[in-house]
């Protein structure tokens, strides 16, 4: 099974934007012309956009752990600390500072938190969409 496989589910890119219930060519797509889902319906693998994808929606994201590509945060508090005291040296070890640390407060985590568990639906209990996955067990 590839590293980045996660309990049997792939990390996302341009296959997982195809198959996702909420892409612009899904029903969910409040453009009626379908002019936007162009880019989508056209989407191909190629080296030149080897790192471009859509990243996941945060729909019920409180109840999508474990979170990051490897699973390494149990909680949403964990991500947003992670973000608040991101290690620069080793994080751009080849120069390019793209990320800063956020160095939030503990309230300011606290109100992130917060607001990410607003994006939970209410209702019956939420099962992650099946996505297809190249991950199988090997």
Same mark, same amino acid.
């Given at each position: 099974?590839?590293?980045? %496989?996660?309990?049997?589910?792939?990390?996302?890119?341009?296959?997982?934007?195809?198959?996702?219930?909420?892409?612009? +060519? =899904?029903?969910?797509?409040?453009?009626?012309?379908?002019?936007?889902?162009?880019?989508?319906?056209?989407?191909?693998?190629?080296?030149?956009?080897?790192?471009?994808?859509?990243?996941? *929606?945060?729909?019920?994201?409180?109840?999508? =752990?474990?979170?990051?590509?490897?699973?390494?945060? @149990?909680? +949403?508090?964990?991500?947003?600390?992670?973000? =608040?005291?991101?290690?620069?040296?080793? /994080?751009?070890?080849?120069?390019?500072?793209? +990320?800063? #640390?956020?160095? /939030? *407060?503990?309230?300011?985590?606290?109100?992130?938190?917060?607001?990410?568990?607003? +994006?939970?639906?209410?209702? #019956? @209990?939420?099962? @992650?969409?099946?996505?297809? *996955? #190249? %991950?199988?067990? =090997?």
């Amino acid at each position: 099974m590839p590293k980045w %496989c996660l309990a049997g589910r792939s990390p996302g890119g341009n296959s997982a934007t195809e198959a996702g219930p909420f892409n612009l +060519l =899904s029903r969910y797509n409040d453009d009626a012309s379908g002019r936007v889902a162009i880019k989508t319906r056209h989407l191909e693998l190629q080296h030149r956009n080897w790192g471009e994808f859509k990243v996941p *929606s945060l729909r019920n994201v409180a109840l999508t =752990s474990p979170y990051m590509h490897d699973g390494r945060y @149990a909680t +949403l508090r964990e991500v947003v600390r992670h973000y =608040s005291e991101l290690d620069e040296e080793r /994080l751009h070890s080849d120069g390019e500072r793209i +990320l800063r #640390p956020l160095k /939030l *407060s503990a309230t300011d985590i606290d109100d992130v938190v917060a607001f990410l568990q607003t +994006l939970t639906a209410p209702g #019956p @209990a939420y099962a @992650a969409p099946a996505a297809p *996955s #190249p %991950c199988a067990p =090997s």
